[in-house]
């Protein structure tokens, strides 16, 4: 059972800066793709930030130019930056990565909540 963890969230205020971590419990060079995704309530889980094992980054419209997805080799960790917080950006945010076998294997953490207030 592979067990991706996150950390970070909480309560911040709006305008504020937050940072998530996920703790991959694997080399992330075995990776193809990590990534960030959140759910807020009563939404669907939608990407927020990826990026591949090449370096290239995309970002949801929604957060461009104020989040910012990092990975950390030597942690094995994959980061998510977060500035200019907003109170739509509340949700649970979920750490995924990818590991291409066979088939893409998708591995996910259970979420850490992150509460913008205004």
């Not at 419209?61 to 509340?90: C, G, H, W």
């Amino acid at each position: 059972q592979v067990e991706l963890v996150e950390s970070g969230g909480g309560l911040v205020q709006a305008g504020r800066s937050q940072r998530l971590s996920c703790a991959v419990p694997f080399s992330i060079s075995r990776t193809s793709e990590m990534a960030w995704y959140r759910q807020a309530p009563g939404k669907q889980r939608e990407l927020v930030a990826s990026i591949t094992s090449f370096g290239t980054t995309n970002y949801a419209d929604s957060v461009k130019d104020r989040f910012t997805i990092s990975r950390d080799y030597a942690k094995n960790t994959v980061d998510l930056q977060m500035n200019s917080l907003k109170p739509e950006d509340t949700a649970v945010y979920y750490c995924r990565v990818t590991v291409p076998v066979v088939r893409d294997m998708h591995y996910w953490g259970k979420g850490t909540l992150v509460t913008v207030s205004s």
